[in-house]
């Protein structure tokens, strides 16, 4: 079973950064499709950055190109997301995910895909100040 949990959020004023983290206890690491997702409520959830743990391959919301990264340490199973440039609009609970294929559907896409991920954490709370 997959155990996810973020860590890092909190409230920033615009323009500052924020580090989130997710680790995972599971030993499938290196084979599993890992994202984030975030919602604003009333708002449908939305795919801001996947990565393919045994490739490395990376994709991104159009919205956060050039100012999020995502990004994995495979000895430790932890997946991070470096959010910089942060608007209000960034506001949101952001959910680490992950997915037991090759992140199929976001390649096929060019962007996170939500029927790659199976498994969800809890969500940390992102508040952006204007």
């Known amino acids: 079973q997959v155990r996810l949990v973020e860590s890092g959020g909190g409230s920033v004023q615009a323009g500052g950064s924020l580090r989130l983290s997710c680790a995972t206890s599971?030993?499938?690491?290196?084979?599993?499709?890992m994202g984030w997702f975030r919602q604003d409520p009333g708002k449908e959830r939305e795919g801001v950055a996947a990565?393919?743990?045994?490739?490395?391959?990376?994709y991104y919301a159009g919205s956060v190109k050039g100012r999020f990264t995502i990004s994995q340490d495979n000895a430790k199973k932890i997946l991070y997301l470096q959010m910089n440039s942060l608007n209000p609009e960034d506001t949101a609970t952001y959910y680490c995910?992950?997915?037991?294929?090759?992140?199929?559907?976001?390649?096929?896409?060019?962007?996170?895909?939500?029927?790659?991920?199976?498994?969800w954490g809890q969500g940390t709370q992102v508040t952006v100040s204007s």
């Open positions: 990565i393919s743990t045994g490739t490395g391959s990376t």
């Open positions: 599971d030993d499938a690491y290196s084979r599993y499709c």
């Open positions: 995910a992950a997915g037991s294929g090759a992140c199929r559907r976001s390649r096929r896409l060019g962007a996170p895909a939500e029927a790659d991920f199976g498994y």
